[in-house]
């Protein structure tokens, strides 16, 4: 297994197996699982036995409402801040509903109309005219064709006039080629996840009719220190296993600060509540949070003895905080001084991150 | 024979199953958990003018402060059972402790010394019912939110079968601990099962008993005769009495929520109501969504009747994905949520308010009948909003009424008195421009208590004017401060009651003579001559409040100058002020007699060497403003009170007197402000570091555009003056680092 990252549906195979087996309630057409079992599969449980982990650690209703939308045929939007697992929980989805996550297009500022209808294969059509065999199919007519579900990543980048083709796609069903004069229809169990983040400038909004067509889900950080801690530890523990670091990861304690300064700091208040502090321009979401951590890890890894401490994360903190160079860094000091220097047994810390700032 | 059905009070699916088991069993005596009382309202239910949600207000004749609010909606499942009873012409026996001592022992009990205001010891809405809601508790255990939706749940999928099934459950509950057994409600349920008794030993075939699920299992016919005779009517001996009245009063769907503090109440009455009011279970959802759709529409957020039908499919999706029959309140949020509002919380909240009858800006108000029994007072009231074409609601409105019209002046007049009243209806709203006295603006709101308020105020008269004035007359205390007695005469004399009038300007007038305090009589200086002018709009006679007004203005020059003796500072700026109202009001207001007596008391208070110099230069500007002195004698004196001789401190004073408020005096005047100017110049550091702050306090009374106009001033003067002072002594270390810093900024 040479690949650095292998696909949901491979990685989670036994559980999608188990869960498969034990499912014993009606599946909506086409799909691998039935929603309870999706349900269980994204928020954790239990399977004929097998220990099923939980993938999105959060409200439970956001996520069986989300399945619901899939169930009812309806396209799903699901925004949030970046950093909130809009990719991994859409990822999730289409791994345990159709059993396949490759369908995906990417939305770019560049992303043109082919990229969501089809190409042509120009040979084929210089050579017998233009047949329904010359048609190079897009994620989105492999999806319609073969009943699976899509993801469109980061919908809202793409230009407004090739988002308005998902309009007839998503209302319809149906997809017209008019070089053909042929439409070609969606088979069972074809729907669409989105996602789009709503705090890039430089955004497409969508247009009204276009918002129609989806059912909105909005994902949002996590609630509670808790729940962002037991994020960060079980994700660092993935990822470590993968980039085959060794065996020892970051201690609970260490994590636990990374994410206090991160929530402090995307809050705008300390933890207590008594000190107001100045935001960065940085988002400082959970998915910041674990790859800085597992970054320390790794500096901790390859170039310390193996513990993450202080001085292997504040590097990090530091550069995942300071996006803007010249108000972040005021930011970073303000902290430093007002609220770290104050702490009990944050010392090092407060040394390790004076020398980065 | 009689069958005992355990109700869960203001719940819709038992208001429904109710109405369907009476029908099926056909009882000819109902016995419902109602106090005694209420027993002489129901007549009334067959008026078709009694619309829910009322309630049965039942208070002590002699102290209107104890009451009790019994509420009916119209999904209360008492309220069913009642209309039934009087349309069948069923008997009704009401088996709840009578009010009558219930209200007694209420006031034998509440000896806390903590409420000894009176104001806190008014309405205890008393629900009829249990406090610690034993069908929360079964339904959280059962994982249902809450116990609405259980009860929908397990109550309308079965029938009637389920009254048996609940009675059981609940005998499990008490046995387990559930619930309060404390005295009083042990009383209750001895006083039920001897009503039931009566009711039962009359003989009827088939008697149907309607209580609070609690207290189920204490009524049935095992419970009759495990619980003796004698124990019961041991409990209930010597029982404390009170005379007690009752009636029926509108009530609001806002007082049935959990959070207005309603012991047994519900947490979303718009969702019970529309749960009532739904032709199926299946028709739920869709016009539950329809009217969300229709409320975002009133807020101007588009919600096309195609998303409508598609919340309506993901909330029965997400009801089949959790096991439910039937989408409930949270699976139709979070499908409208998602579907209607695009994922924005804000937008969900708003059209909330407009449906869970949470808000009172939404709020739906009863109807009681006409004809029933009212106080002269409450006649009196209703005869005078019906002549004067005002309408009592929920719903907050802002009236803004024109006093020089006969029907607003009217208007005004009654919201006066019903003011003094206490009434809390119509709140005036204080205005903040003081644009031309003829304007008035009030905020109605009727809260449902304020029932209670009428009721209480018919024992001092029989109309409103005779209770208003009875009202007044116990507000003449002779320990009353000259503030509120003022207020009280204010409020006397938009109300118009003349009469009353002289009796309060007398108590005023023999307050104002023992008054010692300076600072109160000069207070009451402004809103006296407010009220003269007043006056003049409403036409009334003000020929003692002249009076009184002279004698105030007497007693205060005559005091003037011995009470600023010996002010200090922060007194004396709370004068300065009273000062400037009284100056401003009596040149308003025009009488040449009272203004040389003014006039006169500011010359001796300027002339006395004993007066803090801000009086002392207060004085000075009024005089000139109110052209007594001219500009000459004006600056003599701001060059005495500037000079060397007196503290700096004195003088910085003096001139924050003089110079409050208007900079006028400096622009036109180019020699004040040269004598300012050299003052202020003229300082050593210390002396100008410690009169900075109160010269600053002066210029601070100026606004931004007028300091902005003097800076002009003074720049153009300064260009075309000759004199330039150059200070030879400089220090050449402090030059090198501002030329560091200027290098610094300009980034070199």
Redesign the interface.
């Known amino acids: 297994m040479t690949t650095l990252r292998q696909p949901v549906e491979i990685q989670f195979q036994e559980e999608l197996e188990a869960l498969r087996a034990s499912d014993t309630l009606p599946r909506p057409p086409r799909w691998q699982l039935s ?2 079992a999706v ?1 269980t599969y994204l928020l954790g449980g239990d399977a004929g036995g097998k220990t099923i982990t939980a993938k999105y650690v959060g409200s439970r ?1 956001l996520i ?2 989300a ?3 899939l ?2 045929d ?1 396209a799903l ?1 699901l ?1 949030g801040v970046p950093g909130t697992a809009k990719s991994w929980v859409s990822e999730h989805l289409a791994a345990a509903i159709s059993g396949d996550s490759s369908l995906i297009v990417q939305g770019t500022a560049g992303t043109p109309e082919e990229a969501l209808r089809y190409s042509w294969n120009y040979a084929l059509l210089l050579a017998k005219g233009p047949s329904e065999a010359a048609i190079v199919a897009s994620p989105m007519l492999r999806g319609m064709r073969d009943g699976k579900l899509v993801r469109i990543e980061e919908l809202t980048r793409i230009p407004a006039d090739v988002q308005d083709t998902l309009i007839t796609i998503l209302s319809e069903k149906l997809l017209p080629v008019p070089e053909l004069d042929i439409a070609i229809r969606a088979e069972k169990g074809f729907t669409v996840i989105a996602t789009a983040n709503n705090r890039d400038k430089g955004v497409n909004e969508l247009s ?1 009719a276009l ?2 067509r ?5 994902l949002p950080s996590p609630a509670t220190l808790e729940e962002e801690v037991g994020i960060v530890q079980m994700r660092v523990a993935q990822l470590g296993h993968a980039l085959e670091l060794p065996e020892l990861p970051p201690a609970l304690d260490e994590i636990r600060r990374v994410v206090t300064i991160f929530r402090e700091l995307r809050e705008g208040v300390t933890l207590d509540g008594k000190t107001k502090l100045k935001q960065s321009s940085g988002t400082l979401s959970t998915a910041e949070a674990i790859s800085v951590v597992s970054h320390g890890w790794a500096m901790a890894a390859h170039f310390g003895d193996g513990t993450a401490r202080a001085a292997d994360l504040a590097p990090g903190v530091a550069g995942a905080i300071v996006k803007d160079p010249v108000q972040d860094a005021q930011v970073l000091k303000e902290y430093l001084e007002t609220v770290i220097k104050e702490r009990e047994g944050w010392k090092d810390w407060y040394r390790a991150a004076r020398e980065r700032v | 024979m009689h069958a005992v059905y355990g109700i869960r009070h203001h719940g819709p699916g038992s208001a429904r199953s109710l109405a369907t088991a009476l029908a099926a069993a056909s009882p000819d005596a109902l016995v419902i958990e109602a106090p005694e009382e209420l027993a002489e309202l129901l007549p009334w239910l067959d008026d078709p003018a009694l619309q829910p949600p009322v309630a049965a207000l039942i208070w002590a004749t002699e102290d209107s402060k104890k009451a009790s609010f019994y509420p009916f909606a119209q999904f209360s499942p008492e309220w069913v059972a009642l209309r039934w009873a009087r349309a069948h012409g069923v008997k009704v026996y009401c088996m709840d402790l009578p009010m009558r001592h219930s209200l007694a022992l209420r006031a034998q009990v509440r000896v806390e010394p903590l409420v000894a205001d009176p104001a806190d010891a008014t309405v205890d809405p008393q629900p009829p019912g249990d406090f610690d809601d034993p069908i929360n508790a079964l339904a959280q255990a059962a994982g249902y939110a809450d116990g609405e939706s259980w009860w929908e749940h397990v109550v309308e999928a079965r029938g009637h079968a389920a009254f048996e099934a609940i009675t059981e459950a609940m005998a499990v509950a008490r046995a387990a601990g559930l619930g309060r057994l404390d005295d009083e409600t042990l009383r209750r349920e001895a006083w039920m099962r001897q009503t039931l008794r009566a009711a039962l030993k009359f003989g009827h075939a088939q008697v149907a008993v309607i209580c609070g699920a609690f207290h189920a299992p204490v009524l049935t016919a095992d419970a009759l005769k495990t619980h003796a005779i004698k124990d019961d009517a041991a409990r209930l001996k010597g029982l404390a009495k009170t005379k007690v009245d009752a009636t029926w009063v509108p009530w609001s769907h806002t007082k049935f929520a959990i959070a207005s503090g309603y012991g047994a109440g519900v947490e979303a009455p718009g969702w019970y109501a529309h749960l009532f009011e739904a032709a199926s279970p299946d028709d739920v959802a869709a016009s539950w969504l329809s009217k969300m759709a229709q409320a975002l529409r009133a807020e101007d957020i ?1 919600a ?1 009747v ?2 409508v039908i ?1 919340s309506v ?2 909330a029965q ?2 009801a089949t ?2 096991w439910r029959p039937a989408p409930d309140l ?1 699976e139709l949020r ?2 409208s ?3 209607l509002c ?4 804000l937008k969900l909240k708003l059209a909330e308010t407009r449906l869970l009858g949470l808000s009172p800006r939404y709020d739906v108000l009863g109807q009681v009948p006409e004809t029933l029994p009212q106080s002269p007072l409450q006649s009196d009231f209703s005869a005078q909003n019906r002549s004067l074409r005002l309408k009592v609601e929920a719903l907050e409105r802002v009236l803004a009424l024109d006093l020089r019209q006969d029907a607003d002046r009217a208007k005004s007049q009654h919201f006066w008195r019903l003011h003094l009243l206490g009434l809390a209806w119509a709140t005036p709203v204080a205005e903040s421009r003081g644009k031309g006295s003829f304007r008035e603006t009030w905020t109605l709101c009727w809260a449902p208590e304020a029932a209670l308020c009428l009721i209480d105020a018919g024992r001092y008269g029989g109309t409103i004017a005779l209770a208003a004035r009875a009202r007044v007359e116990t507000k003449l205390e002779p320990s009353a401060a000259l503030a509120q007695l003022l207020a009280l005469a204010d409020n006397v004399l938009k109300a118009a009651l003349n009469d009353v009038l002289t009796n309060v300007l007398a108590a005023l007038d023999a307050r104002a003579a023992v008054a010692s305090d300076i600072t109160e009589l000069m207070a009451a200086m402004p809103p006296l001559i407010a009220l003269l002018r007043y006056g003049d709009v409403r036409g009334t006679d003000l020929s003692g409040l002249q009076a009184l007004l002279h004698g105030v203005l007497t007693r205060s020059c005559v005091a003037l100058p011995s009470a600023c003796a010996q002010l200090n500072a922060d007194a004396a700026l709370a004068l300065v002020q009273s000062l400037d109202g009284t100056h401003d009001g009596l040149r308003m207001l025009a009488d040449a007699a009272l203004l040389e007596e003014w006039l006169a008391a500011l010359v001796t208070l300027g002339g006395a060497a004993s007066t803090p110099p801000l009086i002392a230069g207060r004085t000075t500007r009024l005089l000139l403003d109110a052209s007594q002195i001219n500009h000459t004698a004006a600056s003599q004196r701001l060059s005495q009170a500037l000079s060397r001789a007196s503290a700096p401190v004195d003088a910085a004073a003096w001139l924050e007197g003089f110079l409050r408020g208007s900079v006028h005096l400096l622009l036109g005047h180019a020699e004040l402000r040269n004598l300012i100017g050299s003052w202020l110049s003229g300082m050593n550091d210390v002396d100008f570091q410690s009169t900075l702050p109160l010269v600053r306090r002066a210029f601070s009374t100026f606004a931004a555009a007028e300091r902005r106009l003097l800076l002009q001033d003074i720049l153009q003067a300064g260009s075309h003056s000759t004199s330039v002072n150059i200070n030879d002594e400089y220090d050449p270390g402090g030059l090198a680092r501002v030329r560091a810093g200027l290098r610094g900024w300009l980034g070199q």
């Open positions: 929603p309870q349900a209703r069986e409402t399945i619901a939308t169930a009812t309806r939007l925004l009204s918002k129609r989806f059912n909105t889900v909005v | 588009d096309p195609a998303s598609e499919r993901l999706a997400l994905m959790r949270r979070e499908a949520l998602a579907v695009h994922g924005e919380i």
